[in-house]
């Protein structure tokens, strides 16, 4: 260890009361607000070579941001650049405002070049797990690095789906031209039906329902027995407020999966706002507890009762539902 480098640790530890495992912390803190500084990272990897089994103990089954933080980079000192990137795309997600990405070791070519494109892929949807607002110029400023990393691993080890499952962080970024550019990047490789369907998730964005409905048609030729895709166009066709061709949507679908409890619960409700069904009405409000998504079943229900002449008491049990009773 140089002197330079003994005497911050020094410091840290006396800072800390002499516990390490305040000073990985304390470390960790001094991340989070200048992430781009590489002297906290050198000082973690010092006081891992001082005390390697207390740093370790103190990022065991990570719980906390800054446990996510440290154990990124010591992934990245033990080389499972794959696990380094996952634990920083959770911390991204968590916490977007904060410039992690530009953290020097994510973009060291050590990282670069061995970050997988399936690990890079999953790292990507991490980020988008807790559903961040990131459309604005402040965050894609921020996530310039990350945007850096897909573009190099994509280059390095082209890979259809994960390709496409990063062209996902490119949409939520609103960077809508460079996911869909990603997506046929993905598709000169191998044409698969997730592609399509973010190809189209990226087109519903734009506000483009004829390219997005196109776009679910070729995943279903892609995959036709998915049932979901059928789920997918019918509600798309609600949207266009054709409930016909979305109950028969729905009716495809069932042929592939006819237990599925979602499905059913679409059908039961286009059917009965296209038919003014009583029967399917009172077969949604049997299934409406099952539906796993409180929000799209309490969509389905005011779908159901939209209609005309429907009794005043099923109408009252859908709006019992929707209000959670």
């Known amino acids: 260890m140089s002197k330079s480098a003994s005497m911050a640790i020094a410091h840290v530890m006396a800072h800390c009361g002499g516990a390490p495992g305040e000073a990985v ?14 002297e906290p990272y050198d000082l973690l990897s010092e006081l891992r070579r001082e005390s390697p089994e207390v740093v370790a103990d103190t990022v065991a089954s990570p719980s906390s941001l800054w446990q996510f933080v440290v154990d990124a980079y010591l992934n990245f000192l033990d080389g499972d650049m794959d696990q380094a990137a996952q634990r920083l795309g959770s911390v991204i997600g968590y916490r977007p405002e904060v410039a992690w990405a530009s953290a020097p070791w994510f973009g060291d070519e050590r990282f670069l070049g061995a ?49 496409a499952r990063m062209a996902i962080l490119l949409r939520i970024c609103g960077r809508t031209d460079a996911s869909l550019a990603l997506c046929d990047r993905a598709d000169s490789v191998d044409r698969v039906m997730f592609t399509e369907v973010v190809r189209a998730g990226t087109w519903r964005r734009l506000g483009d329902q004829r390219q997005t409905a196109a776009a679910f048609r070729r995943a279903l030729e892609l995959d036709p027995t998915n049932w979901s895709l059928y789920l997918d166009l019918a509600d798309l066709a609600v949207e266009d407020g054709d409930f016909a061709q979305a109950a028969d949507l729905v ?16 059908g039961a409700a286009y059917r009965a706002r296209a038919e003014g069904s009583i029967v399917d009405l009172d077969l949604l409000l049997e299934l409406a507890p099952e539906v796993p998504h409180a929000g799209y079943r309490n969509g389905l229900l005011e779908h159901a009762v939209g209609g005309l002449d429907l009794p005043a008491d099923r109408i009252a049990a859908a709006r019992r539902f929707q209000a959670g009773d």
């Open 25 to 38: 912390k304390y470390l960790a803190q001094a991340i989070a607000q200048g992430p781009d500084d590489p």
């Open 115 to 163: 970050v997988t494109a399936a690990g890079l892929a999953d790292a990507t949807l991490n980020i988008t797990d807790y559903g961040p607002e990131m459309d604005n110029d402040a965050a894609r400023e921020r996530m310039g690095p990350w945007f850096r990393a897909i573009d190099v691993v994509c280059e390095r080890e082209p890979a259809a789906e994960a390709m």
């Open 251 to 266: 009716r495809q679908g069932l042929e592939h999966e006819p237990e599925d409890v979602t499905l059913r619960a679409a």
